[in-house]
């Protein structure tokens, strides 16, 4: 995330960075650090004496660029009418602007927003990645093995928070954090921000979610169960969507006629969020529902990746009429795919399930890590797809 930024700020691009992510993800660290190196300060549209400084006219923005040749503006969602201030300021000053928030400014600003069209680029700060850990920590190679099989324990049990993630915290303060983060911010926040009027069906619906791990999704029958209008909970959803709690993961459809599924599936960017709501944070060893929590893992994980790095692929899963699935199905723009199968332990193989050309891998607790660094989505220039790495086992595509 910092070396997105270190290298906007190094390059002659003047387009306002916005950097999305749930709160408590750590984005207000990330701009306090910049604020300490470049000697500016941090403008938070929390507060109103910050936003004064804001107004949309060119003499004061004036003012503010003459001692500020970089402007960091932290929880930017709070006030979507700045949204013309930082037009403004793009198209009459050169500044570099990095502002923070979540993604429902576009939906809060509206028009204001819209007008800032070809004028920013994103970023997101999500939950920690595993690749991210495995950056920080550098474990010896010897080490590597037991490293990735314990942190993929720690993940799954509670999750990628940066609070969580602080070893000095015991058992019970992570649980209290994340007990405190699904209540304040998962729950309260958005229904406070989307003025949703009932904070009780938010909450059934992430736990009819939670309870349902790798099963498709049927919103009538969540709506049924909850005795609630189906609009209703399709509504709170894609909220809880565009707010990095839930990632949703559609089915791929050809043109042959076994495929079948007109459902999705849902899954929760952070697994300690998922475990708070079910009140559950046993080893996985000791849970029956560990298989869903592993396909969690993998596809929070392949998200987190996909955002942060801007990768061309797109997922799904798919389902045949025989009822056989395709945990993860990952398409590059060239059209090769390649085939994830998670497994905790043992399962059913799904080899020749897909209709299509594909490679087909399966992700374990030692395996996850590999095939996680070898992604990066952009097949090769002259169309042929996959590089050197893209042809493991004889098949191209993906430089998976």
């Given amino acids: 995330m910092e070396r997105w930024i270190e290298e906007y700020l190094e390059s002659g691009n003047r387009k306002i960075l916005f950097m999305w ?22 403008f938070d549209f929390d ?19 003459a001692e500020h040749k970089v402007i960091l503006i932290d929880e930017v969602q709070a006030w979507p009418e700045g949204t013309v201030a930082l037009k403004i300021l793009f198209d009459r000053f050169d500044v570099k602007i990095v502002a ?3 993604s429902e400014l ?12 070809g004028r920013f680029e994103e970023i997101f700060c999500l939950p920690v990645a595993v690749e991210e850990m495995l950056d920080n920590e550098s474990p010896r190679e010897y080490e590597l093995p037991m490293w990735q099989r314990d942190l993929a324990e720690k993940m799954q049990v509670y999750g990628g928070y940066p609070e969580v993630c602080d070893s000095v915290l015991s058992e019970s303060e992570k649980i209290g954090v994340l007990e405190n983060l699904l209540d304040t911010y998962v ?39 909850l005795s609630a209008n189906v609009a209703t909970v399709a509504n709170y959803i894609e909220i809880f969507v565009k707010n990095y709690i839930l990632i949703s993961l559609p089915a791929f459809k050809t043109n042959l006629r076994r495929a079948v599924s007109e459902n999705r599936k849902l899954y929760f960017f952070d697994l300690g969020i998922r475990n708070a709501l079910v009140r559950d944070f046993r080893p996985t060893s000791l849970r029956p529902d560990r298989g869903g929590v592993w396909e969690n893992f993998v596809i929070s994980e392949m998200e987190k990746k ?11 899963f798919y389902r045949e009429y025989g009822g056989r699935e395709v945990d993860l199905v990952l398409e590059d723009y060239q059209k090769n795919y390649v085939c994830w199968e998670m497994k905790s332990g043992e399962g059913e193989n799904v080899e020749g399930v897909f209709p299509l050309s594909h490679r087909l891998e399966v992700v374990t607790p030692g395996s996850y890590l590999e095939e996680l660094k070898l992604v990066d989505g952009q097949g090769d220039d002259d169309g042929g ?16």
Avoid at 385 to 400: E, F, M, P, S
């Fill in 21 to 42: 992510g749930p709160r408590r993800s750590g984005k207000t660290t990330v701009l306090e650090k910049f604020s300490k190196k470049l000697e500016v300060p941090v």
């Fill in 47 to 65: 507060l109103v004496s910050d936003r004064e400084k804001f107004v949309p006219d060119e003499r004061v923005l004036g003012r503010l660029v």
């Fill in 100 to 102: 923070t928030g979540s």
């Fill in 106 to 117: 576009r939906q809060k600003s509206a028009k204001s927003f819209d007008s800032l069209a």
């Fill in 187 to 225: 729950i309260k926040d958005v229904v406070n921000i989307y003025e949703l009027k009932n904070a009780k069906l938010a909450r059934d619906i992430l736990t009819k979610l939670a309870l349902q791990l790798g099963s498709e999704v049927s919103m009538r029958e969540i709506a049924s169960s």
């Fill in 306 to 316: 996909r955002r942060n790095l801007k990768l061309k692929l797109s997922a799904y």
């Fill in 385 to 400: 797809g996959g590089g050197a790495q893209g042809k493991r086992d004889g098949v191209t595509g993906l430089n998976i």
